[in-house]
């Protein structure tokens, strides 16, 4: 988990454009993304605050590497949530409905899709990338089954058992 990839990327903005707003530069920004450098908590909250936020310490369970694997694959739904939104959400919406249709003692967890997926893309967007057991718990009943393609799961997941390896960041 990156939390300055995080921010930028709720705040949809460019390396440049926080940097700016949080009064560093853009290099400095790169560094924390990287890994080449960790911001302090200090910074981490000057960051937030310059972006209309607020940080916040929060501690929970670590992410299971099943959690991790399934956080790798609704990070790549994002991103094509981001390039493809219409597509993407009337998939998600169908499968919604037959998910809902077949599991009738699923309602209260599959509202709280139907009302993210009524919602704006942020929302979906940050439950999609959201680490925290409320995401995680969402994530484990997805209406994004089919998103990807077969060679685009193939990908996230060769990526993923690279970064597990430690062979990619």
């Known amino acids: ?10 705040c949809a903005l ?4 926080l940097a700016e707003k949080a009064r560093t530069s853009q290099p400095t920004i ?3 993304e990287s890994g080449a450098k960790s911001p302090n908590l200090r910074t981490l909250e000057r960051m937030a605050r310059a972006v209309g ?7 929970v369970p670590p ?17 094509k949530l981001q390039t493809q ?3 993407t959400l009337e998939r998600a919406r169908r499968n919604l409905e037959r998910m809902a249709s077949n599991n009738p003692g699923a309602t209260e967890i599959l509202a709280r899709w139907r009302g993210l ?16 057991p409320s995401a995680r718990e969402l994530r484990h009943v997805t209406p994004f089954a089919g998103v990807l393609s077969a060679p ?5 997941y060769r990526r993923f058992a690279a970064a597990e390896r430690g062979e990619e960041r």
């Open 14 to 17: 460019t390396q440049r454009e």
């Open 117 to 132: 997926l009524a919602g704006p893309l942020s929302q979906i967007l940050e439950v999609l990338r959201d680490p925290r």
């Open 53 to 59: 936020l607020e940080a916040a310490v929060e501690f």
């Open 1 to 10: 988990m990156n939390v300055v990839k995080d921010l930028r990327d709720r």
């Open 152 to 156: 685009e799961r193939a990908e996230v």
């Open 85 to 87: 939104p219409q597509p």
């Open 30 to 32: 790169a560094a924390y």
């Open 63 to 79: 992410l299971t590497r099943e959690d991790r694997r399934s956080l790798a694959l609704h990070r790549a739904i994002a991103e």
